[in-house]
């Protein structure tokens, strides 16, 4: 299996950018499709973005593409999340995931492996 360990979240005011990392270990990390979600306070956990094994396929969440931006460097296991333009809305729990084969994919429910999320408040 693959542990996934999210860092990078924090405090910001409304228009700051802020990058999130997330590392694997356990397996080759280039076998893995990889993905973010969110979960704001009270809500459910929805789709942020998605990445194919060697970066060669993005997808986003309609609401974001524009503002966030994933990427991963398989020679490091990490994958990341940058934010620019940050609003109040955008306060939430972070996580990573990962799954084996396939092409990226919004669905919570088609990934196995999830980090233990990371907290990012944006303040107005």
């Known amino acids: 299996q693959v542990q996934l360990v999210e860092s990078g979240g924090g405090l910001v005011q409304a228009g700051g950018s802020l990058r999130l990392s997330c590392a694997a270990s356990?397996?080759?990390?280039?076998?893995?499709?990889m993905g973010w979600f969110r979960q704001p306070p009270g809500k459910e956990r929805e789709f942020v973005a998605a990445?194919?094994?060697?970066?060669?396929?993005?997808y986003y969440a309609d609401s974001l593409k524009g503002r966030f931006t994933i990427s991963r460097d398989n020679a490091k296991n990490t994958v990341y999340l940058q934010m620019n333009s940050l609003k109040s809305e955008d306060t939430a729990v972070y996580y990573c995931?990962?799954?084996?084969?396939?092409?990226?994919?919004?669905?919570?429910?088609?990934?196995?492996?999830w980090g233990q999320g990371t907290q990012v408040t944006v303040s107005s």
């Open positions: 995931a990962a799954d084996l084969g396939g092409l990226p994919k919004a669905d919570r429910y088609a990934y196995a492996f």
């Open positions: 356990g397996r080759t990390f280039s076998d893995y499709v």
């Open positions: 990445i194919s094994r060697y970066g060669g396929s993005r």
